[in-house]
Nanobody, 116 residues
Framework: QVQLVESGGGLVQPGGSLRLSCAAS????????MSWYRQAPGKERDMVAT????????NYADSVKGRFTISRDNAKNTVYLQMNSLKPEDTAVYYC?????????WGQGTQVTVSS
């Protein structure tokens, strides 16, 4: 079955950077969409960044444009989220998501805390 394992979260000061990783396994399809979502306490889970594996097209939430970058390493079946110029409002649990046709898969999440 599809497995997504996130890593790279932690505590960082405002203005700092983190890189999240999402290692995907357990599937053979080659055309799918990978996304990062985040959920802060008491709030809904929102899409942060998304990438399609066929076109490499990307899209970002307005709140992170110019600061976050989604990328992938095909050889490692891994998707990354480079987060720069972090702000306290970026504090949330970040989730990796894989969408293939009508199926969606989620990782367990990784906590990102931006605080001085």
């Amino acid at each position: 079955q599809v497995q997504l394992v996130e890593s790279g979260g932690g505590l960082v000061q405002p203005g700092g950077s983190l890189r999240l990783s999402c290692a995907a396994s357990g599937f053979t399809f080659s055309s799918y969409r990978m996304s990062w979502y985040r959920q802060a306490p008491g709030k809904e889970r929102d899409m942060v960044a998304t990438m399609h594996t066929t076109t490499d097209s990307t899209n970002y939430a307005d709140s992170v444009k110019g600061r976050f970058t989604i990328s992938r390493d095909n050889a490692k079946n891994t998707v990354y989220l480079q987060m720069n110029s972090l702000k306290p409002e970026d504090t949330a649990v970040y989730y990796c998501n894989l969408r293939y046709i009508t199926s969606a898969y989620w990782g367990q999440g990784t906590q990102v805390t931006v605080s001085s």
